[in-house]
């Protein structure tokens, strides 16, 4: 019989592997087409400084994300994660959540290849439901946000935080000494505001990890050479 | 209305594409959990286990999702239906976009929407948001299998540190968004501390009684409770 790792490997990994690579440069070529038909039909091009300009812009943001987040994302969110992830976006919000709470509802170790699977499935439902609530909402979307109460309006600006603090409050029970480490390197960062936010990032994530692994070598003992 | 960029904005071309686009990721999503399912069974997790998985993450995206729509009703306004629905679908984030579309206008001088934006500026905001977001794609298209291979180094024949390292991430990146709710001390840190207590007792209910589908609803609980009680502080 093939082991776990080999059925794993094979019949999972590799068509991931490939698939996923080939939908997100596929979707990286294609996301281009809007600018593109807009001068196409329209023969609308604005000169090739202001784009460049306007890039300039956005990328001091966003430019030192592409490489840090995939990065600090990955032990949560695993290899077909990473893929799902990064091509349908809403990342902080929507995908990290549904694939830390898939991961726990389940009962599988996190970061284990049963923790992949499930990842795999909580981060592909969310994103079915995402699509299916915007498709509904893209035709009724103006009228039914226009008709909800005020409370709910006001509420929807919190629930960022409130999904946040939920899914800390998720994990913390495994190991309050590395939260209270966590919230305390976070703090830290933020009070001092030295760092942009992508070396914050890292800095808070993988800080976290490598005082966790240190934790748990203290417990388990060393690791052997 | 100095307003008709849109009208072009919602042009049929631009639903084409933005139909085309979300068909990819839903192939994908649809191709890697059919392949997820199939795959957890033969390594050994139950067809129960995998159902509790994918009932918590419908749970989880509801709320998230439906603040998403409220972002789009807004990003709609500035660019226009098909563009706004694509993005938010495929890697946009809600609010990343309107931000994007703004550097694309301000280096023009002019703000979105305004009465000198026009179709030009909807132009630079397109291109803008189109190639600041492209890194993210070709940076996980091209990479992501090797950060795989770099973990497995790093932990080596140590197994018990996978699990070890991916619950430090996740305190670690949500700490800091919590972080960065508690030092507003303000509504924003009520959301977050009522969020994690609910989740806190949830889960302890959940251990204690043995009622293991409460994890399922933990979080969608935790964040209607942490949004509505922010309102109410």
Redo the contacts between chains.
């Keep these: 019989m093939p082991s ?1 790792e080999s ?2 490997n094979e ?3 590799k ?3 490939f ?3 080939a ?6 070529a ?6 593109l ?3 196409i ?2 023969h ?3 000169g090739a400084g ?2 460049v ?3 300039a ?3 001091a ?3 030192p ?3 840090v ?8 969110l ?3 994660g ?13 995908r ?3 694939s ?16 992949a ?2 990842s ?12 299916l ?3 509904v ?2 035709g009724l ?2 009228e ?2 226009g008709n909800l109460p005020a ?1 709910v ?23 309050f000494k ?2 209270a ?3 305390l ?3 830290l ?3 001092a505001d030295l760092f942009p936010i992508w070396i ?2 890292p800095l ?10 240190k934790l ?1 070598n203290r417990k ?1 003992g060393p ?1 052997e050479r | 209305m100095e307003r008709e960029y849109l009208a072009i904005a919602n042009d049929f071309g631009f639903w084409v594409i933005a139909v085309i686009l979300v068909l990819i990721v839903v192939f994908q999503s649809v191709l890697f959990m059919r392949k997820a399912w199939s795959t957890g069974l033969e390594i050994g997790l139950e067809a129960k286990q995998m159902k509790a998985g994918l009932r918590s993450a419908v749970i989880t995206s509801l709320g998230p999702s439906f603040a998403v729509l409220i972002g789009m009703v807004a990003l709609v306004a500035l660019i226009g239906a098909p563009l706004a629905w694509m993005r938010l679908s495929v890697i946009g984030a809600v609010m990343y976009e309107g931000y994007a579309a703004e550097c694309g206008a301000q280096v023009l001088g002019t703000t979105v929407g305004a009465g000198d934006y026009g179709l030009v500026g909807f132009a630079n905001s397109l291109w803008v948001i189109a190639l600041g977001s492209c890194g993210w794609l070709l940076i996980a298209g091209l990479f992501t299998h090797k950060l795989d291979d770099l973990r497995m180094r790093i932990v080596g024949d140590r197994q018990d540190l996978l699990s070890v390292i991916s619950v430090g991430a996740i305190l670690g990146a949500f700490g800091f968004q919590v972080s960065k709710a508690l030092v507003t001390l303000s509504r924003p840190a009520v959301a977050a501390i009522v969020g994690a207590l609910v989740m806190v007792i949830m889960n302890l209910v959940a251990k204690h009684s043995g009622k293991r589908w409460l994890k399922e609803w933990s979080l969608g609980v935790a964040m209607v409770l942490g949004m509505f009680s922010a309102v109410f502080f």
């Design positions: 776990k059925v794993f019949k999972f990994q068509p991931i592997v698939w996923g690579m939908t997100c440069l596929l979707a990286f294609m996301s281009f087409l809007p600018p038909y807009l001068w039909k329209y609308v091009l604005p202001y784009i300009a306007g890039f812009l956005i990328f943001y966003s430019g994300l592409w490489f987040e995939p990065l600090a994302y990955f032990p949560i695993g290899v077909p990473t893929y799902m992830s990064f091509l349908s976006g809403n990342i902080s919000n929507v990290l959540p549904c830390a709470l898939a991961q726990e509802a389940a009962g599988v170790e996190e970061g284990s290849r049963e923790g699977i499930l795999t499935l909580g981060i592909g439902a969310s994103i079915l439901v995402n699509i609530i915007l498709t909402g893209v979307g103006a039914l946000v409370i309006h006001e509420a929807f600006k919190y629930i960022l935080p409130a999904i946040f603090g939920g899914v800390f409050g998720g994990f913390v029970t495994r190991d590395l939260g480490v966590a919230l390197l976070a703090i960062a933020l009070k914050t990032i808070c994530v993988f800080g976290t990890v490598v005082i966790g692994a748990h388990v690791p």
